[in-house]
């Protein structure tokens, strides 16, 4: 790391997911001071700061946050609606900024601060942890080195906990106006990103069904199946929903899967949570893999698991590590761990998703660069 002194960072909040993130700048030892603003009259401010003994001051105005002096970098954790307008506002003080998914309620704003963002030069992308997650690291490599051999499917499953259990009546999340999407862009999302990390690829192709399954009436999508094509022309699905019943505290239901001309891998993410603490990883394998490739022939079928280190936080070592990996290149301007430009594509996706679902015809992608 370049930086001689320690980080000073702040977390903008009207998001709920506000106090995981604190814990993880709490927990890194090269992070010195926290600057907590909450931007919406909800929030509970003095709640928030006190999350951390490293927070040092707070307020409710955006702009003093980001005149901050000596301040490193924000996390950005507010309603999708109000998401651009403080990217933009960071972006053009310089600062370096991690946000929470999706940020955005269209891929177009999100655009305009990823545009500004490169133009700038400032280090800003997402808190998409599970691309440090040691599963998806693994099956990355491994496609990387031919243990596949061609890929030619992929697939994707993230179930969790019905709306009966989520305050569809009073929370954000189920109102188009602040969230844009439902379930694909509030958790459909991670799965998409990590396709997209895994393969190295982007999405050109979408076809889909969207719908409402729960009784509740919301005017966001609950349910949704999705095909894709790749540039590569690599095929996949996601199925994704709210649609487990039992309280939230039960484990989400979650699967990748890799499919090529010589093997496969199968990821379990069936990860528990409990009281917005990080309880470890699967009891069943993490992944299981099939090689008949060259080099990898002699191994046959392996289940690898994957014991990380303990960490309480939301998000684990995983988010610590993609934490820290943002810090490191933001005092360098390099590109951050899950960098902007794939945030537009996923919301490029999901719009896609719903464009699909309301016309029956297959949508296309026009190609742009996501690094």
């Known amino acids: ?22 814990q993880v700048w709490d927990v890194l030892p090269e992070v010195d001071a926290i600057h907590v603003c909450t931007i919406d009259n909800e929030a509970d401010l003095d709640a928030i700061a006190a999350l951390s003994p490293k927070t040092v ?67 800003s992308g997402a808190m998409f942890q599970w691309r440090r997650a040691a599963p998806m690291m693994e099956a990355r490599r491994m496609l990387q080195e031919g243990a596949f051999g061609d890929l030619w499917a992929v697939e994707a499953r993230v179930l ?3 709306l009966r259990y989520r ?21 459909g999302c991670h799965k998409l990103d990590l396709l997209n990390y895994i393969t190295d690829d ?13 009784p509740e009436k919301v005017d966001v999508e609950d349910t949704a199946f999705v095909t894709f094509r790749f540039s590569s022309g690599v095929m996949g699905t996601l199925y994704a929903g709210y649609l487990m019943a039992g309280p939230g505290k039960n484990p989400d239901d979650g699967f990748i899967a890799l499919r090529g001309s010589k093997g496969y891998a199968e990821i379990h993410t069936n990860t528990p949570w409990s009281d917005n603490r990080f309880d470890g990883q699967p009891s069943d394998p993490n992944m299981r893999v099939w090689s008949e490739a060259p080099g990898w022939e002699t191994g046959g079928q392996r289940e ?5 280190p303990e960490s309480h936080v939301y998000g684990g070592i995983m988010a610590e590590r993609l934490f820290r990996e943002f ?19 996923l919301l490029e996706v999901v719009e896609a998703a719903k464009e699909s679902s309301r016309t029956g015809r297959a949508v296309r992608i026009p190609g742009r660069s996501t690094s």
């Open 327 to 345: 810090l490191q290149a933001s005092t360098v301007g390099a590109p951050a761990p899950s960098p902007i430009e794939s945030s537009v594509h």
């Open 304 to 308: 690898l698991n994957f014991n990380a």
């Open 57 to 123: 001051s707070k307020t409710k105005d955006l702009s003093e946050l980001l005149s901050t002096p000596g301040l490193d970098a924000v996390a950005v954790c507010v309603r999708p609606d109000l998401g651009p307008d403080v990217l933009r506002a960071a972006v053009s003080a310089g600062i370096p900024v991690l946000f929470d998914k999706p940020a955005s309620t269209s891929a177009a704003a999100m655009r305009e601060v990823a545009d500004l963002a490169r133009d700038k030069g400032v280090t």
């Open 160 to 162: 969790t906990s019905q």
């Open 202 to 214: 982007r999405i050109v192709e979408v076809t889909a069904m969207t719908g409402n399954q729960n």
């Open 167 to 187: 305050r569809p009546d009073t929370s954000w999340l189920f109102k188009s106006q602040y969230a844009g999407s439902g379930i694909l862009s509030w958790l």
């Open 1 to 22: 790391m370049s930086k001689d002194n320690g980080f000073v960072v702040g977390v903008v909040s009207s998001h709920g997911h506000e106090s995981g993130h604190i």
